[in-house]
């Protein structure tokens, strides 16, 4: 278990560093480098890591975040690619969708946790236990470990300051509830734009961005399918 065996950032989870401090550490690009080439075996390894714990969720909003059975972590999030994908199909088809209303959300549920904490993150890199609450957003993630039985992660969260969130458990149940939502907003009508989108992001495509979900809608059309 990496959590625990150190208080500073910068050897437990040097990707964040930057977040965080403005320390400059010789050795930070190729621990960055390190890591990118360990999360493309992770990602070759597990499908989840390739949907989601691979810098993909980045920005996406933190609907809610709490402690079950005060040690497993319940994150509830808002998912951002599907919501630039919904708000690029509603504009290009003149659609009457609120836009303000469309949520499509995911949940995170740990199972087995050995450790959860929130923490904050001194100028020097000292990491500091702090009051568990509701975060606002998400940014970024360093997954430590990511083997069976198990997932160790440092979530880079935020809420008018950046937090450091530490998780080493067992398991991580996903459920995707954006389909059932994007039939509730869109009907059957667009069902092929939602099944190419999810298809695409399931092999890894990075789609957390409005001009390439434009650019995915132009290719949908292009290839001519049953629309």
Request: hydrophobic residues 35%; glycine residues 4%; contains cysteine.
């Amino acid at each position: 278990m990496k959590i625990g065996t150190t208080n500073r950032i910068q050897k437990l989870a040097p990707s964040l560093l930057g977040t965080f401090t403005e320390i400059e550490v010789p050795d930070y690009i190729r621990a960055t480098h390190t890591y990118h080439e360990k999360i493309e075996v992770y990602k070759n390894r597990n499908e989840q890591v390739t949907k989601y714990f691979s810098g993909q969720m980045h920005d996406w909003s933190i609907l809610e975040m709490k402690k079950i059975n005060r040690k497993d972590l319940f994150l509830r999030l808002n998912d951002y690619s599907t919501l630039e994908f919904a708000y690029a199909l509603i504009r290009k088809k003149g659609l009457s969708i609120n836009e303000s209303e469309l949520m499509f959300p995911i949940e995170f549920n740990s199972s087995g946790t050995i450790h959860l904490s929130l923490n904050t993150v001194g100028n020097e890199g000292t990491i500091s236990p702090c009051r568990f609450r509701q975060m606002q957003d998400y940014l970024y993630e360093e997954i430590l470990v990511w083997e069976e039985n198990q997932i160790e992660i440092a979530f880079n969260f935020w809420k008018r300051n950046s937090f450091l969130l530490l998780l080493s458990c067992s398991h991580i149940e996903i459920k995707e509830y954006q389909g059932q939502a994007w039939r509730e907003f869109f009907g059957k009508k667009y069902d092929v734009y939602y099944h190419y989108f999810e298809t695409e992001r399931n092999k890894g495509r990075f789609l957390t961005d409005y001009s390439l979900c434009q650019l995915l809608i132009d290719e949908i059309e292009s290839l001519q399918l049953e629309l």
